[in-house]
């Protein structure tokens, strides 16, 4: 089982400078975007958790509190953590959404566009490519674009 922790108690402990290790799990544009001032990135695609546990020196009997967008990576990763014998790990409930809510200190980078967001703009820039170039070749005489326009009814 993963243990977790509000992102109002979690305010609390970053306060009293009592959190010693934050991972975020998150892509590295996603954590250049925004990240926790005391958050270190170590996306779950490649996440170690041995390698992990083993950098934390002296550190190993202290809460490993992990953190995502909005807690179900960080979810993730804390039961890769647990699968991995490492037990003392706890999930931050909301993650950075809910902790910037609360206001917990958060560091601003550039904002980037989404992955999603660029393929719908280059999908849309395709079409009206296509479009235009369909539209305009049309009138020159292209034999095979007229039949294709005749059997999709556009010209009349």
């Not at 590295?28 to 083993?54: G, S, W, Y």
């Not at 490492?86 to 999930?91: G, M, P, S, Y």
């Amino acid at each position: 089982m993963v243990s977790c922790i509000s992102a109002s108690e979690f305010k609390k402990l970053v306060q009293a400078g009592k959190i010693n290790d934050l991972i975020d799990v998150r892509t590295p544009m996603e954590f250049q975007e925004l990240h926790i001032d005391v958050a270190r990135n170590e996306p779950l695609d490649r996440l170690d958790a041995k390698a992990i546990q083993a950098a934390r020196n002296g550190a190993v009997d202290e809460p490993l509190y992990v953190i995502c967008r909005s807690g179900s990576r960080g979810r993730q990763a804390c039961e890769k953590f647990v699968a991995e014998g490492i037990a003392n790990v706890i999930n931050v409930e909301g993650g950075t959404i809910a902790c910037e809510a609360a206001g917990v200190s958060v560091v601003r980078g550039r904002k980037t566009i989404s992955l999603e967001r660029q393929v719908r703009i280059a999908a849309g820039l395709l079409v009206l490519v296509g479009s235009v170039l369909g539209f305009l070749c049309i009138p020159t005489g292209s034999a095979w674009l007229r039949l294709l326009a005749q059997d999709l009814h556009l010209l009349e």
